[in-house]
């Protein structure tokens, strides 16, 4: 099984070809492009049985991604009251995501 790890927008992601991973939205001319997004930011790379490791990164190897969609996560509730105050206060959040397919890994 063939994978690589990549960093994109500070966090580190563990891909395989024909698979897709879910990031941080992304800007909004990354997603509108229909050419792919390459990722040159790979910590690692396994093939087989060769692992390649960077130090931070490994020279040479990329990723090739295409933009599906964004979206939004489930929503969140966060409530906070205070004993015996009256206080209360309720709030939502939906994190917004971009979904990245895998097209393929190159070293």
Do not use: W
Request: proline residues 5%; charged residues 30%; hydrophobic residues 35%.
């Amino acid at each position: 099984m063939d994978y690589a790890i990549v960093e994109i927008s500070g966090k580190q992601f563990k891909v395989e070809e024909g698979r897709f991973i879910d990031v941080d939205l992304l800007d909004a001319s990354l997603s509108e492009s229909p050419t792919p997004i390459k990722c040159e930011t790979v910590c690692l790379v396994s093939k087989g049985d060769k692992l390649l490791t960077g130090t931070p990164f490994v020279k040479g190897a990329s990723v090739s991604l295409s933009f599906m969609k964004n979206f939004k996560d489930k929503k969140v509730i966060v409530y906070k009251q205070k004993p015996k105050k009256g206080t209360r206060l309720k709030q939502g959040h939906r994190q917004p995501y971009s979904r990245l397919m895998v097209d393929s890994i190159s070293a």
